[in-house]
């Protein structure tokens, strides 16, 4: 079968299956909490920065008391989320460039986002697809795993890999792909032990059983 009709197979099924509907996984109120509780969700899982955040962001209910917040105290609000010290720098620092440079606003254009403090492309995507809208794929470790499985991908480079589904997938099905894949990583195609036998992409899936 041709990439471009195994592609819309792929994305058929991804719909039957799974939500059609834009959904964000990390709890947040507005575009600053979003990127702040991206930021905390490298190397952390979605559920434990929901936890975290549920206090975080009582807290620390404005941009500016992150900007203002002492360093070793926010360490040890965010000490569950792993890599604190490094979380907290960039946050510090993140909340700081968007009140100076961007007047308190967090910005839509990609090579904004990227310039701010622990940002790459990313969280730079999560914020321009959930905020924005702004037709955008994000490659998370789900995403890179399952893209590669089904053929879409033979690289382990995240931009590569960003550039390469943007050519293959439809622009109009970038952000839900990335909402889809989660799901179906979280539920049917995990990491340790993938349920290819219940997998209803077995048969479009180069990598089944692998």
């Known amino acids: 079968m041709a990439v471009s009709k195994r592609v819309e197979k792929i994305l058929e099924l991804l719909n039957e299956h799974y939500t059609t509907e834009y959904k964000c996984y990390l709890n947040h109120e ?19 920065v929901n936890i975290v955040t549920a206090d975080l962001f009582k807290k620390y209910d404005s941009l500016d008391k992150f900007a203002n917040a002492d360093y070793e105290e926010l360490c040890r609000d ?25 007047g308190g606003e967090v910005p839509s254009k990609l090579e904004d986002l990227i310039e701010l403090d622990g940002v790459g492309r990313k969280t730079a995507n999560v914020i321009r697809g959930n905020i924005f809208h702004e037709p955008s794929i994000v490659v998370d470790t789900h995403v ?5 499985k089904l053929g879409l991908t033979k690289s382990d480079d995240p931009v590569k890999i960003e550039f390469e589904l943007m050519k293959k997938l439809p622009k109009e099905h970038w952000i839900l792909y990335n909402i889809q894949i989660i799901t179906h990583g979280r539920t049917i195609c995990t990491a340790r032990s993938p349920k290819c036998e219940e997998c209803f992409l077995r048969e479009h899936c180069p990598g089944r059983d692998k």
């Open 144 to 148: 890179k795993r399952i893209s590669n």
């Open 30 to 48: 507005n575009a600053w909490q979003l990127l702040i509780a991206t930021i905390l969700s490298a190397q952390c899982t979605d559920a434990r």
């Open 78 to 102: 965010i000490h569950s989320t792993g890599f604190y010290r490094n979380k907290a720098a960039n946050i510090i620092g993140c909340a700081k460039k968007i009140i100076e440079k961007h």
